[in-house]
């Protein structure tokens, strides 16, 4: 099996649209679901729609927000 840097080496020749499919490829690999991390996140989402929901959860306006980062 090749390591990341042969594989490099051996790839790095590819013309460019060759090399983005490449990337591409690997890109959606890395994005596979993971339903462990999927149920931990519906249940934090669930949470907060349930603090929200009983006022327990503090809110800021969208103008807020967006003013902090300007």
Same mark, same amino acid.
């Given at each position: 099996? @090749? #390591? /990341?840097?042969? @594989?490099?080496?051996?790839? /790095?020749? !590819?013309?460019?649209?060759?090399? +983005?499919? +490449?990337?591409? !490829? @690997? !890109?959606?690999? +890395?994005?596979?679901? #993971?339903?462990?991390?999927?149920a931990i996140w519906r249940e934090e989402a669930e949470k907060r729609?349930?603090? $929200?929901?009983?006022?327990?959860?503090?809110?800021? /306006? $969208?103008?807020?927000?967006?003013?902090? $980062?300007?």
């Amino acid at each position: 099996m @090749l #390591n /990341s840097q042969e @594989l490099y080496q051996q790839v /790095s020749h !590819l013309p460019p649209l060759e090399k +983005l499919r +490449l990337a591409e !490829l @690997l !890109l959606a690999d +890395l994005d596979t679901p #993971n339903p462990e991390i999927d149920a931990i996140w519906r249940e934090e989402a669930e949470k907060r729609w349930q603090a $929200y929901k009983a006022g327990e959860q503090k809110t800021l /306006s $969208y103008e807020a927000v967006m003013q902090k $980062y300007r």
